[in-house]
């Protein structure tokens, strides 16, 4: 079963924007990744937020995390076509084994118009 | 090497037919998982290995048989399986609960 949802499921925008995508989870966790995936092959990390920060920034990546809400979005400025790709967050949340795995969000699949 | 690699790259077997996915990775990593994607859909979890033993199957069916023969390889065992089963697979290894390093997948039809 997904951890969460993502929104929005399918974004479209023009090069030069920015792009932001929300991620919402159900269990507590220790941190929060965001993950990307091109044309259906292997997914690649592209940061780790843990659950004692609030912002972390990589590059042109911004994410932030509100564990109180459950929470976490990832801002893409500047963007470029060689963005487009789906993005997914992930985090360890607790199976009905009560162990914990690597489970995705819903993803969003990112267009960016040239 | 922060490799995972898989292969094969595309499979296409029949409904009677065994075949094996395999996943190797030199990181040292000692958990890696097997993941099962539908197009337009999410990684779903399947199975974890942890230092070489399965600690959770998310109730996959028994066609699929996954194996850990030491800490570098991850093997999934195909059998009897469905035109649903289609799908893209994925290894993934991790140390702890860092970041995972994902392999290409193998691309499998089911006819």
């Known amino acids: 079963s997904q951890q969460g949802e993502e929104d929005p499921q399918a974004l479209s925008i023009q090069e030069g924007e920015n792009a932001t995508m929300n991620c919402s989870y159900k269990?507590?966790?220790?941190?929060l990744q965001w993950y990307r995936q091109n044309s259906g092959r292997g997914l690649v990390h592209l940061i780790l937020?843990?659950?004692?920060?609030r912002e972390k920034h990589s590059g042109r990546l911004r994410v932030t995390l509100d564990t109180s809400k459950k929470s976490s979005s990832l801002l893409i400025t500047a963007s470029r076509a060689a963005d487009t790709a789906s993005y997914f967050c992930?985090?360890?949340?607790?199976?009905?084994?009560?162990?914990?795995?690597?489970?995705f969000g819903s993803g969003t699949r990112l267009q960016v118009q040239p | 090497d922060t490799e995972v690699t898989q292969t094969p790259k595309h499979l296409v077997m029949g409904m009677t037919n065994k075949k094996s996915l395999k996943c190797e990775q030199h990181?040292?990593?000692?958990?890696m998982y097997w993941y099962k994607q539908k197009a337009k859909k999410p990684p779903e979890l399947m199975f974890v290995?942890?230092?070489?033993?399965?600690?959770i199957n998310e109730s996959v069916p028994s066609r699929f048989s996954p194996e850990c023969p030491n800490s570098s390889l991850l093997n999934l065992h195909l059998h009897a399986l469905q035109p649903e089963d289609s799908a893209l697979y994925l290894c993934?290894?991790?140390?702890?609960?860092?970041?995972?390093?994902f392999g290409q997948g193998t691309r499998l039809t089911v006819v």
């Open positions: 269990t507590s966790i220790n941190n």
């Open positions: 992930a985090t360890d949340a607790q199976k009905d084994t009560g162990r914990r795995a690597l489970t």
């Open positions: 993934a290894s991790r140390l702890g609960n860092t970041e995972a390093f």
């Open positions: 290995y942890s230092y070489e033993k399965l600690s």
């Open positions: 937020i843990r659950s004692n920060e």
């Open positions: 990181m040292g990593h000692r958990a």
